[in-house]
């Protein structure tokens, strides 16, 4: 059997080497107009739609990485009696002891499937239906936005504190596989040991690494101060080689389109980024700050002018490149809302992006991105990895409605170093 991967990301834009996606299953049908909005979509979505555009985009990605579908690393996980038990108490409510028995009596094809797809209570009680309390254990909505529930930092991966209950039951897998997993390894930072941290929040969409030594930080709706102290903590006590830059971008609470940084910035190359301007460039309500932590521990913080200013000062600096092609207006606004900032880059300067958000498209291509489309990567009839800049797309217009990108259906295990 070959070693394990090992996780190792250093960058944002480095060559992907390995990323871990979800393709989306039976759960996002799991919900009606009712729970929509509760299971945190702002529409109800097609599974066969949804597959539709995600297989191309799966299928690029396969050509320029190894790519690992999250349900087969789940489904080795419960090839093995211990973890299976483990992962079972976990999520099993301890009300439905019978449903225990049914679920370990599985095999590991089909309890992935019911883990991911959700379990209907097993007590056919007319309350619960109609209080809409149908599940014992809930389906994982939102699992193929894989960016969120856990991320890569440097050679370990973080487990996200989720802001809402619905995507908690996606930390208990995730858990399970990065633990027992014989096909990657990481070591794991669990927020939920932390005793009393009730205000412990962090999700991927928000963390970004810009370089090996700046940290980007959303910190809004979904990831708190509290944690990011806790990232910094961690990193601190796995010991820093030099100082460690922590820039915190302050997001708007509202509309649910602002949920993390990717929604508003995302690095593109070594000197490229997107923004949506009104929030990025141009928000005095909103600040940067920087957090400067230096090797002993001692730290300082300050205002930035913005996340861009700021960037440049540590020596990176980047033409942003805008969401919707112009500073205000609609189509910033509309673009944003359907993931119009969130790209993906699997190299420097080589993004996925949305083909829908055309002003964004056309700033991109007079920067020197090629444009070119997801289905003809995944054929083979182009690639991506000859020439400079590009930019790959994808027809979204059902998975946006779940409320991302690409960046957000992606999380990447390995990248190659940036030669900077
Ligand atoms: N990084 C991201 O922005 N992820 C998108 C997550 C969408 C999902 N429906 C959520 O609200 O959590």
Redesign the pocket.
Known sequence: MSSPILANVHSEIGELECVLVHTPGEEVEKMSPTNAHWA??SDIISRQEAQKEHTPFKGALGKISRVLEVKDLLREVLEQPEPKAELLAAVCPEEYPGLLEELKAMDANLLASRLIEGVERPTGRLADFQNGQRFAIPPLF?LF?M??ASMTVFNSVLLGSMASEV?RGEIAVLNAIYRYSKTIRAAVLDPRTVKGAHDLRVE??DVHIAREDILLVGNGLRSSAEGVDYLVGQLLEKGLEKPLHVLVQELPHAPESF??L??VFTLLDRDRCMVYAPLILHSPQFHTIHLEVEPSGKRRIRYEHSLVDALRGLGMPLKPVLCGGAENGWNPDREQWHSGA?FFSFAPGKIFGYARNTHTIEALSQNGFRVLRAADVASGKVNPMEGGRCVVTLDGNELPR???GC??MTMPFARRRVEW
Do not use: P, S
Request: net charge positive; aromatic share 10%.
């Open positions: 945190l979509y939102n936005f960016r969120d995507r991927g969409g949920i993390h990717d929604m969130n779940g409320g991302g960046r957000c």
